[in-house]
């Protein structure tokens, strides 16, 4: 594949009810943006055709009342509008409760438990990080450390 054409991502859809995560929605269709090679610009164009339902509504209302808004200051205001008031209560909630399930391997579970403390928090350090894959079932963690591939 040459440079001057370089793939297309599809971001995601999004249409803002209960079952959807917003955080989640905006991850993809910030990686999509970096690699579709869209600048804020581009985004804030582009953003209302990944949109749907409730969503794209509210963006449509806003936009008319604010038009020339830039991606971020879009981005916020989903935030604010989609995202749950407990959001980060019940992610903590999730991730503390967090067990390896029996049809799991190591991989799954740690990418999963790290993955919801980036979603807690984006800037969370290493050290708080390792304290969860504790929950490990514990045939897998001695046979990971006799391995080398997980560290207790």
């Not at 990686?31 to 804020?40: C, E, M």
């Not at 604010?80 to 980060?88: L, M, R």
């Not at 403390?117 to 963690?141: A, S, T």
Request: with cysteine; hydrophobic share 35%.
């Amino acid at each position: 594949m040459s440079r001057d054409n370089p793939p297309f991502c599809q971001p995601t859809v999004f249409s803002g009810t209960a079952d959807q995560d917003i955080l989640i929605f905006l991850d993809r269709f910030e990686r999509a943006s970096k690699i579709n090679g869209w600048d804020g610009e581009k985004q804030a164009l582009y953003l209302p055709m990944y949109l749907e339902g409730p969503a794209l509504k509210y963006f449509e209302v806003l936009d008319s009342r604010r038009p020339g808004l830039e991606y971020k200051d879009f981005k916020v205001a989903l935030l604010t509008q989609f995202a749950p008031a407990a959001s980060k209560d019940l992610l903590m909630l999730r991730l503390n409760s967090r067990v390896q399930q029996p049809h799991e391997s190591v991989a799954e579970y740690t990418a999963d438990v790290e993955h919801l403390c980036w979603l807690v928090d984006p800037k969370m350090q290493e050290f708080h990080i390792c304290g969860y894959p504790k929950r490990i079932r514990p045939c897998n963690v001695e046979a990971n450390c006799n391995t080398g591939q997980f560290h207790t």
